[in-house]
């Protein structure tokens, strides 16, 4: 293994255009062994192969004790001496289920594999000695040269060498990663870009013998560090040089790139944990409750033996018949025979048909998930899929949702709404609004959601100067790129709200047609006009505004700003009085959950500019402290502005989403958003997503971690109130959320108990809002919810970067997004919209656990009170393990007489309707609190089956004790009772009542007599006289009266404690479906879940920019020569010929509102 060590620690060597050292260390295995350095670009996310698929499906299977207790038994009953029941009579059942069960495994595997296969299909293009070649994407490997196309997706972390854009710039999404759909600017080395030519890159490329060290792979997506040795030099190299996997090449023509880490070391995957083996709490503690059931019943087993042992070393030699049966084995050994029939005889209590039905039921579960058209999506043809059928009754006991921001909570659409101008609030809020006629404008795209036809007339008309100079300002103050398609505009933004501005503008009139380093072209109504660019400040979130110093080209000098209402409204003329009607019109767009900036603009003498320019260049050549005293310089211009305007975006939710999160927070679900993006997005997102009240109390930065010090956090005792997110000091109510980002996150996880405390503390809060998080945080946040609660968590996202929380959550959701379909595959459950989680948790989700834990509860009590009937039985019989039924009884009890009933109730059985469940989620807390599966209620059910037990068999025996009695009448009397009494008691259990529950009660009971006559016939008999040795006994049974009046007795005495405890339920309590339906005439309030005088929530501008472009735009990178300053009216042959420079630049794209 080649590993070079260079400085700074950097190990990992890649040769560019070496393939053969490359391919000589790629990563190798044959099953648990592994050797090699370099992955390959093959994506694996299945888990079995054709060699590991049946020893490890096997080895998954037999975790379950039961499996295993079974595969035991088989084993005995292939001994004869110590046979009781014949051994096909478990063997049949055990393959069945492991047959089924390894049958689901494997197509959920090959699901996954198909859906790797559309990956590793994928086409690229290699540097080859013939030239570029098309491959497909697990034939890439590291150091090879890669070249990737407008719009294509990057195959693997790639070293951006160069590109067709000046100064190999180029742009990328990176949706699918942190799930930002804004673009971010990648540059190439200036070495690469000079000596490498984009126009001749073959050539150049193919001679290329760079080497590059840098660190070992790791899931950092915000850092790189490395160094580029080429012709004797060394260029260090940082994350503006990388271009990573799953990012999408945007507004730039072509790139070329080394394949720096390919496969499972990409950053992206090693982002992506491993797959794991997700159990249920209900199977958890089923496997306990089955162990426990295996130690009874080996140590009844071992009781009944040692009586056997006693009863044949004391009583059997006392009795002739018994001493010639004895062989002159010795009392101990027929002792340990004996312990080992019991064995045999009481493994029923553990049946096997408990596993098989099951499987059944939950295969069924994920079936009605599937055809639930509530949850079917028209729109892309997108059904809900429970993509694994183990964990349906965990949807019903989620007591954390941990969800992704982008794509998953909102649509990735920002809404130009509504607007504030000269005192009047302009804007249509209603669904049903009238598009404007935007015929007359040229540039118009369409799509605009704005509708007020007094804006349009009033901008057309020419008669408001402070409408004209508000869009004016919009179309000159932000860092929008423009290209051109088709004669018209394409913008590519640093921030969506940005986008969505420009692109109003657009609508209204005012066109951003291009910039240079020195100049803005504008269209205002036809006429283009050129400003003069002598200054741009760019936004930052410390600074939260933006600015532009232009001139007019009639040679006056203008600043515009924009940015959040806080920050504006203090910088205002003090002439200038901040008027009622604008915090009014603020306070109704914050009540709309629009996010909101303030528009202003500055008029500025020639002798401040050239004041203020000279300050601002000895700034820039100042060696220390520069970044200070850019800021003072900054705002000293920012001052004195005059206020235009007030815009108001939305942040398009997805439909239902705030309406989904507020019943999930009534049914006691915490919820949690983990994103990539910037604090201010995150909380204006839960604001209008109604994950928090617009009187919340945000908790973060120093005071998070003053609380978190303490030993007992509380958050009563926080009275501060954040001073960013409020613009008064009105008494608050006591409700809290706490914003934690990821450099405080990584803090948090390195000290243990800091991850108690906030899990604590989050407890007593409404949400918790985790921002700038790696996937990997994203897995460590689910991981420490895991560790310090107790409530079962689910994660939803829909992009490759939610992978690893969806994996490491007890349940993991993935929407079919727009973010690729890395989620979905890896995800447990699949949906369309996030609306479409109340019905799959509350309604699917409910059902579920509440099908489950009865079906479970039943099944181990009829078959605990059918095998102990044999313990009572052997008192009688001198501990000889003989069986109480018949062995036919004993293999058709559970899989055919008492299958059926039990399996309609685990599928078809409600407690409530689906909408009663949708109108009171608090009936959900059933499945938080675990109140149908615990281990009491596990512990009353094996009580009452041994209760069961007595009845059934002590009273026919006492009742016949007197009689004629037989052995074989004993036997059909008990096994008729038991079928009745389980009978009784599924037919108590069951609330909706379907045809096919009834059918199913008839034809079990049907399937009982007809068999039962049948097998005690006079021709099976003949057949088989030791198989078939009940000879007549239940056409003997039935005939008498008596018979039927022990096995009425016996079955109302059995079910007795159930109807009684049913009765005194009705009685005594009022339970909550009683609560509901006397609920139903009372009197509502009705109330706005905005509530007038509490705290005013105001958004802030650019909330999910990161850095703009402004210094490319300054620096003049990437652009084109200025043009000349000139008012003229744009014609179509000035758009066709492209005379202006800068504005007819042929772009492959689409019109983006």
């Known amino acids: 293994m080649v590993r070079s060590k260079t400085e700074g620690g950097v190990s990992w060597e890649v040769r560019a255009n070496d393939q053969h050292f490359h391919k ?29 698929f049946l020893p490890l499906n096997l080895y998954e299977q037999f975790q379950r004790a039961a499996n295993l207790f079974f595969l ?32 689901k495994d494997l197509a959920t595997d090959l699901g996954r594999r198909r859906s790797d296969a559309q990956i590793n299909k994928r086409p690229c293009d290699v540097l080859t000695p013939e030239g570029f070649r098309t491959v497909r994407w697990k034939d890439v490997y590291t150091g090879d040269i890669l070249r990737v196309h407008k719009d294509q997706v990057i195959p693997s972390d790639l070293l951006l060498l160069c590109s067709t854009e000046p100064h190999s710039l180029c742009y990328v ?61 060394r260029h260090m190299l940082d994350t503006d040089n990388l271009l990573l996997r799953g990012t999408v090449l ?70 002739e018949v018994l001493s010639a049966v004895q062989r002159g084995y010795s009392a101990a050994y027929l002792g340990f025979l004996t312990f080992w029939g019991y064995i045999i005889l009481l493994s029923p209590s553990l049946p096997m048909s408990l596993y098989i039905t099951f499987e059944v039921i939950h295969m069924v579960h994920c079936l009605l998930i599937g055809w639930d058209l509530e949850m079917y999506w028209e729109d892309n043809d997108s059904p809900a899929q429970a993509r694994t059928s183990t964990l349906n009754e965990e949807l019903g006991q989620v007591g954390h949702l941990l969800s992704d921001k982008t794509g998953t909570l909102t649509q990735n659409r920002l809404l130009f709404r509504q607007c504030y101008i000269d005192g009047k609030i302009y804007g249509d809020m209603s669904q049903d609004f009238k598009p404007l006629d935007l015929s007359w404008n ?81 269209s205002e109504l036809g006429l283009t006009r050129n400003y003069q660019l002598l200054a741009l400040i760019d936004f930052t979130s410390k600074r939260r505004r933006m600015s532009v110093l232009v001139r007019e080209p009639g040679g006056d000098l203008k600043l515009y700003c924009k940015g959040a209402d806080i920050v504006i409204l203090e910088r205002l003329h003090k002439d200038q009085l901040v008027q009622e009607d604008t915090e009014n019109a603020l306070e109704l767009f914050a009540q709309n959950c629009l996010r909101t900036l303030c528009v202003a603009v500055r008029s500025v003498p020639e002798s401040l500019w050239a004041k203020w320019s000279h300050a601002l260049n000895q700034a820039n050549m100042a060696a220390g402290n520069q970044e200070t005293v850019l800021e003072e310089i900054y705002d000293q211009m920012e001052r004195e502005l005059m206020l235009l305007g007030v815009t108001a975006i939305e942040d398009r939710l997805q439909d239902g989403v705030p309406e989904t999160i507020e019943i999930l927070r009534k049914a006691g679900v915490k919820v949690w958003v983990l ?161 479409f989680l109340r019905r799959l948790m509350l309604v699917h989700g409910h059902w579920s656990y509440y099908r489950i834990c009865r079906f479970l509860l039943y099944f181990l ?57 949708l109108r009171w989620p608090e009936l959900y807390s059933v499945g938080q609190q675990k109140k149908l599966f615990n281990p009491f209620v596990v512990v009353l059910t094996l009580l009452y089956s041994l209760y069961s037990s007595i009845i059934l068999f002590f009273v026919p025996m006492g009742i016949l004790c007197e009689t004629a009695l037989d052995f074989q009448t004993l036997a059909v009397i008990v096994e008729t009772s038991a079928v009745f009494t389980t009978t009784v008691e599924v037919i108590l259990n069951t609330k909706f009542w379907t045809k096919y529950s009834v059918a199913a009660i008839i034809f079990s009971l049907l399937a009982f007599f007809l068999s039962t006559l049948a097998l005690h016939s006079t021709r099976l008999f003949t057949l088989s006289p030791k198989d078939y040795f009940f000879l007549g006994a239940s056409v003997n049974a039935y005939s008498s009266p008596e018979v039927w009046l022990t096995i009425f007795v016996t079955t109302c005495v059995a079910v007795l404690p159930s109807m009684t405890i049913r009765a ?90």
């Open 24 to 52: 000589s260390l790629r990563r190798r295995s044959v099953l648990c062994l592994r050797w090699g350095r370099y992955a390959d670009n093959v994506i694996r996310s299945y888990k079995y192969t054709p060699l590991t």
């Open 72 to 103: 035991l038994i088989v084993i005995l009953q292939c001994v004869p001496v110590i046979a009781t029941i014949p051994w096909y009579s478990t063997m049949l059942p055990l393959l069945f289920v492991l047959l089924v069960r390894g049958s």
């Open 173 to 233: 999404e990176t949706a699918d990663i942190d799930g930002e759909t804004n673009l971010k600017f990648r540059q190439a080395l200036t070495i690469t870009h000079t000596e490498l030519k984009a126009d001749q890159a073959e050539k150049d490329l193919a001679a290329f013998n760079g080497v590059v060290r840098c660190e070992e792979p790791n899931g950092n997506l915000h850092s790189f560090k490395g160094e580029l040795h080429w012709k004797g030099e």
């Open 250 to 319: 945007r507004n730039t023509d072509t790139a070329y790139g080394l394949a720096i880490y390919t496969g499972t070391d990409s950053k992206i995957l090693q982002n992506c944990g491993g797959l794991k083996l997700k159990k249920t709490h209900v199977e958890i503690l089923l496997n306990k409750a089955v162990l426990v059931i295996l130690v009874i019943m080996v140590t009844v087993a071992l009781l009944l033996a040692v009586g056997a042992g006693i009863f044949e070393y004391w009583v059997s030699p006392k009795i």
């Open 442 to 522: 040229r540039f118009s795209c369409g799509g605009l959601k704005f509708s007020d036809q007094r804006l349009v007339e009033k901008l057309r008309g020419q008669n408001s100067r402070e409408c004209q100079e508000f869009f004016t300002a919009l179309a000159l103050c932000h860092t929008v790129m423009s290209e051109w398609k088709d004669g018209l505009p394409q913008y590519q933004a640093a921030s969506p709200d940005e986008e969505a501005l420009v692109c109003a503008a657009r609508e209204l009139g005012w066109v951003f047609l291009s910039r240079t380093r020195e100049t803005l072209t504008i």
């Open 675 to 835: 994103t990539g993006d910037k604090t201010e997005t995150a909380v204006n997102v839960g604001y209008a997503c109604k994950l928090m009240d617009p009187d919340t109390i945000l908790i973060q930065g120093e005071e998070l971690r003053q609380l978190l010090d303490s030993p007992s956090p509380d958050v009563g005792a926080m009275s501060k109130e954040p001073e960013v997110w409020v613009t008064d000091r009105k008494p608050v109510k006591s409700k809290a959320a706490l914003v934690i980002s990821g450099p405080e996150l990584a803090e948090l996880t390195r000290i243990p108990e800091w991850g108690s405390r906030f899990v604590n503390l989050a407890g007593q809060c409404q949400s918790v809002l985790c921002c700038r998080v790696t996937p990997a945080q994203k897995a460590e946040v689910v991981e420490m919810v895991r560790k310090h609660s107790t409530s079962i968590t689910m994660a939803i996202g829909d992009g490759a970067n939610d992978v690893n929380m969806i994996k490491t959550a007890h349940i993991g959701v993935g929407l079919c997004g727009v973010e690729g379909s890395q989620a979905v595959q890896n995800a447990d459950f699949a949906l369309a919209q996030f609306s």
């Open 861 to 917: 009590y009829k078959t605990s009170a059918f095998a102990l009937v044999h313990v009572w039985y052997s008192f009688y019989n001198g501990y000889s393990a003989q069986p109480m039924y018949e062995s036919w009884f004993i293999s058709l009890y559970t899989t055919t007489y008492t299958s059926l009933p039990i399996q309609c109730l685990g599928v078809f059985e409600q407690d409530v309707s689906a909408k009663s469940c």
């Open 1064 to 1153: 005194l339920r009705v009685v005594l309590t009022n339970s909550n479906k009683h609560k509901i339906h006397s609920s139903v005439n009372e009197p509502v309030e009705l109330q706005s879940w905005f509530q007038r005088g509490t705290l005013r929530r105001r958004s802030s501008y650019a909330v999910s920019q990161g850095k703009g472009f402004g210094k490319l735009i300054t620096t003049g990178v990437g652009l084109h020569s200025a043009a000349s300053p000139q008012d003229r009216r744009v014609t179509t042959d000035d758009l066709k010929k492209g005379s202006t420079e800068g504005v007819h630049r042929e772009m492959n794209g689409s019109c983006k509102v």
